[in-house]
């Protein structure tokens, strides 16, 4: 599955913004999907992950209230809401898929991964 990403861009703190991740190619209900960030200098970290059919979400601890990870199966597209943002959240953020797998926080599970979309949170 061939992942691109769109949606970011520059807001204040508590501002508001939802990235997209559009999916072409393979079954997109056959893939398990996540959200990943990497801030400049640091290591990629997970957000949040969805299963196939959106039975099981998991958030990272610093999102979690916060940002919403949903998608719609039809349209094949994974959506980030992501709401009251801090500055700590500006990163590039990455979607990722994992084919029949498990929802996991590990980004070494995932084998297909978007450009990456850039958000920038000002105080």
């Known amino acids: 599955v061939q992942l691109v990403e769109s949606g970011g861009g520059s807001v204040h703190v508590g501002g508001s913004l939802r990235l997209s991740c559009a999916a072409s190619g393979r079954t997109f209900s056959t893939y398990t999907m996540a959200w990943f960030r990497q801030a400049t200098g640091k290591e990629r970290e997970f957000v949040a992950a969805?299963?196939?059919?959106?039975?099981?979400?998991f958030y990272d601890g610093s999102v979690e209230g916060r940002f919403t990870i949903s998608r719609d199966n039809a349209e094949n597209t994974l959506y980030l809401q992501m709401n009251n943002l801090k500055p700590e959240d500006t990163a590039d953020y990455f979607c990722?898929?994992?084919?029949?797998?498990?929802?996991?926080?590990?980004?070494?599970?995932?084998?297909?991964w978007g450009q990456g979309t850039q958000v920038t949170v000002s105080s």
């Open positions: 969805i299963s196939c059919f959106g039975g099981d979400i």
């Open positions: 990722a898929g994992r084919h029949y797998g498990a929802v996991s926080y590990i980004s070494g599970d995932y084998n297909n």
